[in-house]
């Protein structure tokens, strides 16, 4: 239930707005400025600490499906630090970028009203259109805002890679996303020309991951985030017929774009040649991926504590000088939180995302198709790196958990058929229905 102002003396009530106001500004700014993202950040939380109502603001979030698999992972983190091998530095490091597990559901606590989850997903959106723009922008000139560690070559022309923020990985996490996204709005729109509009977005960062992007996990993202799409959101006979186009429409991409043609054969190339060239992109994953299940098999149960994976793997590693290389993360969400917090760890991790599925398949159109998007996309992207653990990505995943988890975003916003929300889950997640329930499918 979202807290009345009648309840709030006149400064916390100027706090709670000033917290929710600074959150827009986090969801505008985390994916092209990191830095001001974490700022912002601090500063919601303390206006949320200055608001006070905790007591208030814990009833109205408890029943909340996100809470309890958050706390539940972050116990387990913070219980890992007890008995960790790893140095404290790398445990601090661990522990604070999971921290934004419980910064989530702070968020979670301020988003309790439609409007202001709105105001979030536009900011969002909103950050998205500039990388967007800045993609294309950048196929001609080369702007000033595109640093050299997000594109060190910054090569200009058509089919090359224009990565704008961060790493290639990330942007394309996100844009794959924000495809999923622009055609929710498509069918949620009334007229014809704002469904053209989105209809061309989507199409437009589609492309920006097939021909202007390098790696791959983009390119498995957005397959996997597409065909979810097309399950959730077209009905009928006409989700086979679909099916068929996207898949139509993919392979004309792979055999049109030189990019993801050359990333492919490269990928082949890679897994063929991985015991003997551990330095590639595919080989560096299978050899992260021996090494981690090597060390699971000596603790399964308790793991080897948070921060751990460091010391862990540099103890496997025949050159001690690869540990930089190899050190950082396995590129595997699930083998990671194993490793480190054994197997409840990756129980945990495996109860926050099923709870995130079974919300947005419960939720109400258009809403559900945001939700199951993106846990495909957090689903996806965990088998082949750790985005709890990538700086931007837990920023994307566990703020835009919250903001969709929070209650429903676009609900009304077209003419579309929707299920009733579990009704345990209905006073804290979801906005009531007008007229008699319709029972689930």
């Given at each position: ?88 530095a790398h445990i601090r490091l661990h522990t604070l970028k999971y921290s934004k597990l419980l910064i989530a559901l702070v968020f979670l606590s301020l988003l309790d009203q439609a409007r202001w989850r709105r105001y979030c997903l536009g900011a969002f959106a909103a950050a998205m259109l500039f990388i967007l723009a ?224 079974s919300y947005g398949r419960a939720a109400a159109a258009p809403d559900r198709f945001l939700i199951l998007g993106l846990a495909c996309a957090l689903i996806a992207d965990s088998l082949t790196n750790s985005p709890l653990f990538s700086a931007r990505e837990n920023h994307f995943f566990l703020f835009m958990m919250a ?39």
């Amino acid at each position: 239930m979202p807290l009345e102002p009648a309840t709030m003396t006149r400064l916390q009530e100027r706090f709670d707005i000033a917290a929710k106001w600074a959150l827009v500004g986090v969801f505008l700014s985390f994916p092209v400025a990191l830095g001001l993202a974490n700022t912002l950040s601090a500063v919601v939380v303390l206006c949320w600490l200055a608001a006070g109502h905790y007591r208030q603001r814990w009833q109205a979030i408890r029943h909340n499906p996100m809470v309890l698999p958050a706390l539940l992972l972050f116990g387990l983190i913070l219980l890992g630090t007890l008995y960790s091998t790893g140095d404290m530095a790398h445990i601090r490091l661990h522990t604070l970028k999971y921290s934004k597990l419980l910064i989530a559901l702070v968020f979670l606590s301020l988003l309790d009203q439609a409007r202001w989850r709105r105001y979030c997903l536009g900011a969002f959106a909103a950050a998205m259109l500039f990388i967007l723009a800045s993609v294309y922008a950048s196929i001609w000139i080369r702007l000033p805002w595109i640093s050299l560690r997000a594109n060190p070559a910054q090569a200009l022309g058509w089919g090359v890679d224009h990565t704008v923020v961060g790493d290639y990985i990330t942007q394309n996490v996100m844009m794959s996303f924000f495809a999923v996204l622009c055609l929710t709005l498509c069918i949620a729109s009334q007229k014809n020309r704002w469904r053209g509009l989105w209809l061309a977005l989507a199409g437009l960062a589609v492309l920006s991951i097939t021909n202007l992007s390098q790696g791959r996990t983009g390119y498995f993202v957005l397959a996997a985030c597409l065909l979810t799409f097309v399950l959730t959101a077209i009905p009928g006979r006409g989700r086979y017929a679909t099916l068929l186009l996207l898949a139509t429409v993919l392979a004309a991409g792979l055999l049109s774009s030189r990019t993801m043609e050359a990333r492919f054969q490269t990928a082949w190339v890679e897994i063929k040649n991985h015991n003997t060239d551990i330095h590639s992109s595919v080989g560096h994953r299978l050899y992260n991926y021996k090494t981690v299940l090597e060390l699971i098999r000596e603790r399964p149960v308790q793991g080897w504590g948070t921060g751990s994976y460091d010391h862990e793997s540099c103890r496997m590693i025949v050159n001690p000088v690869e540990c930089v290389e190899f050190g950082w993360h396995p590129h595997n969400q699930y083998l990671f939180f194993w490793l480190e917090n054994g197997l409840p760890g990756l129980l945990a991790y495996l109860f926050l995302i099923s709870r995130l599925v079974s919300y947005g398949r419960a939720a109400a159109a258009p809403d559900r198709f945001l939700i199951l998007g993106l846990a495909c996309a957090l689903i996806a992207d965990s088998l082949t790196n750790s985005p709890l653990f990538s700086a931007r990505e837990n920023h994307f995943f566990l703020f835009m958990m919250a903001l969709l988890m929070a209650g429903p975003v676009l609900q009304g916003a077209g003419k579309l058929s929707a299920r009733p929300c579990p009704s345990g889950w209905r006073r804290h997640s979801a906005a009531p229905r007008s007229g008699k329930n319709i029972r689930a499918r």
